[in-house]
Nanobody
């Protein structure tokens, strides 16, 4: 899939960011969209996923702080992040899949990711 992630930035601890994912898969509305992150020297991990019918899943570290959403008309998905912590620093990626899964390898990636750095 062709996806383009954007919205990453350098923010202070406690700050907020909204990441965007533009996906060229068609039809967009039948795909699940996942957000992932990869910190230096660590494996890529699932952050959150939204299914084609709008059901959402979150990893424990994201619950209560991150919100995933999608706009099928715009073919975009978003990840709203608040109360950011230094340990959230990573490159964030989005991926597509037939349905949500806990397995990173199940998703199709195609973007360069967007860097999120949380530091004072």
């Amino acid at each position: 899939a062709q996806v383009v992630e954007s919205g990453g930035d350098l923010v202070q601890p406690g700050g907020s960011l909204r990441l965007s994912c533009a996906a060229s898969v068609s039809p967009f509305d039948v795909y699940a969209i996942g957000w992932f992150r990869q910190a230096p020297e660590k494996e890529r991990e699932v952050v959150s996923c939204i299914s084609s019918d709008g059901r959402t899943t979150y990893r424990d570290f994201a619950k209560g702080r991150f919100t995933i959403s999608r706009d099928n008309a715009e073919k975009k998905a978003y990840l709203e992040m608040v109360s950011l912590k230094p340990e959230d620093t990573a490159v964030y990626y989005c991926g597509t899949a037939p349905h949500c899964s806990d397995y990173v390898a199940f998703f199709d990636f195609g973007g360069q990711g967007t860097q999120v750095t949380v530091s004072s």
